[in-house]
């Protein structure tokens, strides 16, 4: 199952969404303002938007995603039904429309569908490193690894996206979320400890990368 942002400023709609997409089985995000959307966007696998939000628009947030480099579906939920708004969505980003008033179990179906269309990983294979990102395993060379919740979703986010350079703050964002009272450097250690599991050599890295005055990145390897 998937992360599932939902942006809307209507209570009721996040309401009844978060109530459908849960009993989906998708962890469900939400933000009811465009501001308190940015700093989601970077965790969810697939993100519904409100077109008019408070403060940053829908389609700005769109826009801000690609530029960003960000490759989740986005839905767009909108009371507009011109073509040619539909068209200035789809030059900013979005992947699919619905016009309200709308059935939830549209928006579930149509979560459902652009999910298929990209497809939900569920396992990552890389010289010798299996990951099971459903039953929550990992293995290296054949070995078990026990990883904490937190290892284990940094190892992911990082493997899922081999050769991207991830910044310590984006990475925060992604796994704490973007009120974390904490600093950049809880990243190191959690790098340090998921490295020193591995088996991975800081100075000749298997699997962790050092992306000098950026982050981190997980190394392209075999599959």
Do not use: C, N
Request: proline share 5%; aromatic share 4%.
């Amino acid at each position: 199952m998937a992360r599932v942002l939902i942006v809307d400023d209507d209570p009721a709609i996040l309401e009844i969404l978060r109530a459908y997409l849960g009993a989906e089985g998708h962890e469900v995000l939400e933000a009811r303002d465009g501001l308190q959307a940015r700093g989601l966007l970077v965790r969810a696998d697939v993100a519904v938007l409100d077109w008019m939000l408070p403060g940053v628009p829908g389609t700005t947030l769109a826009r801000e995603a690609r530029a960003a480099g960000l490759d989740l579906p986005i839905l767009m939920l909108t009371a507009r039904g011109e073509e040619a708004d539909k068209l200035r969505g789809l030059e900013d980003g979005v992947d699919d429309y619905v016009v309200k008033p709308f059935s939830p179990r549209e928006i579930v179906a149509r979560v459902r569908a652009l999910l298929r269309r990209v497809g939900v990983q569920q396992e990552i294979r890389s010289d010798g490193l299996h990951m099971d990102l459903k039953r929550r395993t990992v293995q290296v060379d054949g070995v078990g690894l026990e990883l904490s919740r937190l290892e284990f979703d940094l190892l992911a986010a990082m493997a899922q996206h081999p050769g991207l350079a991830w910044t310590r703050e984006r990475l925060l964002e992604r796994l704490w979320g973007p009120d974390f009272p904490g600093t950049e450097r809880v990243v190191d250690v959690h790098i340090t400890a998921v490295r020193k599991k591995l088996g991975d050599d800081p100075e000749r890295p298997r699997y962790i990368e050092t992306v000098r005055g950026v982050g981190y990145r997980f190394r392209e390897g075999g599959s």
